[in-house]
């Protein structure tokens, strides 16, 4: 039995470039189901996966605007995430063509200002760093 992963070894990349000062990453993936039934029967005839999305959400402490500009612009990054830290052999997720579709801004008194963002990815990629 493998240990349990922690997350203060975690990366995570906008593209190939670290995000700075990140505190939270969250990656989810929904499949629809395609059900139907027939009369006469309470068990589907057809049961397939449907349609799929991949949905990332980024906490990071605000440093300038680029995160704003990107989803006022509609740019498409890509998100690296490493769970197990950087290194050869280790887990990677790669979310493709992401699409930012909101930025929040969080400004307390006597806090760190945080930024937030939640997307939708194209593609999703479960693979090892090489």
């Given at each position: ?30 499949i629809?189901?395609i ?36 989803v ?11 769970p ?18 909101d930025?929040k801004?969080?400004v ?7 930024e ?10 479960f693979g090892?760093?090489?």
């Amino acid at each position: 039995m493998s240990a349990p992963l922690l997350g203060v070894n975690a990366v995570v990349k906008k593209g190939t470039t670290a995000i700075g000062y990140a505190t939270s990453v969250s990656v989810s993936m929904e499949i629809d189901i395609i059900k139907a039934y027939n009369i006469g029967s309470q068990q589907p005839v057809v049961l397939e996966a449907g349609n799929r999305s991949f949905k990332v959400s980024v906490e990071k402490m605000y440093i300038d605007n680029a995160w704003a500009t990107d989803v006022l612009n509609g740019t498409k990054v890509s998100i690296i995430v490493q769970p197990a830290g950087a290194g050869t052999g280790k887990p990677q997720i790669t979310l493709n063509n992401v699409v930012f579709k909101d930025w929040k801004l969080k400004v307390v008194q006597d806090g760190i200002i945080m930024e937030s963002s939640d997307g939708e990815a194209a593609s999703i990629t479960f693979g090892t760093q090489a």
